[in-house]
């Protein structure tokens, strides 16, 4: 796929997030729409993975490690092949496979059962550290949000890290700056977060987060060092590619209304509409 396709195809991955949260009536907006780019870059470009042979014993692995973002990974793995996509209708209802955060062995392609904040990287880092002990070839990522590094055991995980030189684990993190109840520099400041990885013993890529070239150079550079593990900072918009929604911490836990849908989707249809024809 081009770059070109892809874009398009993280427009459609936002599209049915909308639809997906209509359809349940609840569940995080802000969050999956900006990391929509992050996980088409991983999933269609990034990742060695077979979704024909999702328990692939030599396939990457993704921890997702803020669950609250679920349906962005849902939609995208139903765009990769993982399962059918009409089953994106059935987010968070009684018995479905799409709970409100991932639980592992309910889909194909989910790695680890997440929701408590910050607990992501300990487990990816768990894992790393047991590929290189078992002289395994495949790569370890996890995802996590900005608003997590307040907590206590995420920098467990960083040190632990550091100090064994996991060079076979790749950290992307969805900075985008916001929380359920505000802006993380006004709950807890994080900044300056690239020199608190880096003092850590960590190798530091920045990048914009919704460019999925720059994502995938990123994760391509990360696979070359062979010293310690690499953290990419990926700066999105919360919301991105709906106005109202974008850079707006209120949109952080809930879905829109009927209304609010139909505006979205509009939005979202005619940004695909100008990608389409700016490179026809």
């Not at 874009?7 to 995080?28: P, Y």
């Not at 729409?33 to 991983?42: C, H, K, P, S, Y």
């Not at 609250?68 to 793995?77: F, K, N």
Request: proline share 5%.
């Amino acid at each position: 796929m081009t770059f070109d396709d892809l874009q398009n195809k993280a427009n459609k991955i936002r599209q049915d997030i909308i639809k997906m949260l209509i359809e349940a009536g609840s569940g995080h907006s802000a969050g999956p729409l900006g990391a929509a780019d992050i996980f088409t870059a991983l999933y269609f470009l990034v990742m060695n993975i077979d979704p024909k042979n999702p328990n692939w014993e030599e396939r990457d692995r993704l921890f997702l490690s803020c669950g609250h973002i679920a349906p962005v990974l849902y939609a995208t793995l139903a765009h990769r092949g993982f399962f059918p996509l009409e089953e994106l209708s059935t987010l968070r209802k009684f018995g479905s496979r799409l709970q409100g955060h991932p639980e592992r062995k309910r889909l194909p392609g989910i790695e680890s059962t997440s929701g408590p904040l910050g607990s992501g990287l300990a487990q990816a880092c768990g894992y790393a550290y047991a590929a290189r002990m078992d002289g395994r070839k495949f790569r370890i990522y996890c995802v996590s949000s900005d608003g997590e590094h307040q907590e206590g055991n995420h920098w467990e995980a960083v040190m632990f890290a550091g100090k064994n030189n996991l060079s076979n684990l790749t950290l992307l993190i969805d900075r985008n700056n916001i929380q359920i109840d505000g802006y993380t520099e006004e709950v807890m400041p994080l900044e300056p977060l690239a020199d608190k990885y880096r003092s850590f013993n960590w190798s530091v890529l920045e990048v914009d987060g919704h460019n999925i070239e720059e994502i995938a150079n990123a994760c391509s550079h990360a696979r070359a060092i062979f010293e310690n593990p690499t953290v990419v900072v990926c700066h999105t918009i919360p919301g991105k590619g709906v106005g109202f929604m974008e850079g707006k911490f209120e949109w952080h836990g809930k879905p829109p209304n009927t209304s609010e849908a139909v505006e979205a989707l509009s939005q979202l249809r005619t940004l695909g509409g100008k990608i389409k024809s700016e490179h026809e």
